[in-house]
């Protein structure tokens, strides 16, 4: 019987060494990359059936990357593998097409029940966060990112590019843009946001999860 292909993105290599233990038994593991850039390419040539992902990686983060690959390949199902317990990741997780939530320490008991469960088509929260997520939805705050849903999806690579302390040539080279088009973007998130300072984009954007820190 043919094994699901499941495509691993986690920056943190002796982490995701660790999870390709885990996950060779059951499925057929076809790559692992360290950053969002590196992951969009990765769905796009290897088509996987499922991806686990972290939330924080370097370049794109893990929401905004999935966001991009549901827009081009909806099938491709998504389980989030985290640090972080703040159920508002979690809901951000579920808005950008996720299919499953699993904290990293409960990975060994929960991390192959989600990917099951997204093959499935079911979805999969961590009991951790369950009852706080329901909660969560039932009273949704629209303010949560409410600000990031003015930014488009360049503007917000952009943001994370800069908050990781790259300067606009580098990012220009990063997104195939010129350096100027990089400062107009950098120059309409922060009207949009409000923010007068790099210093205060930057912790925007840690704030926001959008870069780690």
């Not at 010129?178 to 107009?184: G, I, K, L, P, Y």
Request: charged residues 25%.
């Amino acid at each position: 019987m043919k094994r699901p292909r499941v495509l691993l993105a986690d920056d943190h290599r002796i982490v995701a060494e660790g999870l390709r233990s885990l996950l060779e038994p059951k499925f057929d593991l076809v790559g692992i990359v360290e950053d969002g850039r590196a992951l969009l390419a990765a769905a796009e040539e290897l088509l996987p059936d499922v991806i686990v992902a972290d939330i924080s990686m370097p370049l794109l983060n893990g929401i905004e990357a999935v966001r991009q690959i549901k827009r081009t390949n909806e099938n491709i199902k998504i389980v989030f593998l985290t640090m972080h317990p703040d159920v508002t990741y979690a809901a951000s997780a579920f808005e950008a097409g996720a299919s499953g939530y699993v904290l990293k320490h409960s990975a060994p008991s929960e991390l192959t029940t989600a990917i099951q469960s997204a093959l499935q088509g079911r979805t999969y929260v961590t009991p951790l966060l369950a009852g706080e997520l329901m909660q969560f939805y039932k009273e949704r705050p629209e303010l949560r990112n409410a600000e990031l849903g003015k930014l488009t999806p360049r503007q917000r690579e952009v943001l994370q590019l800069v908050a990781e302390g790259h300067s606009a040539k580098e990012i220009a080279t990063i997104l195939n843009i010129s350096a100027r088009t990089v400062e107009f973007h950098k120059y309409r998130v922060m009207d949009a946001l409000g923010i007068t300072s790099g210093a205060e984009l930057v912790k925007y954007a840690i704030r926001h999860g959008i870069a780690a820190q």
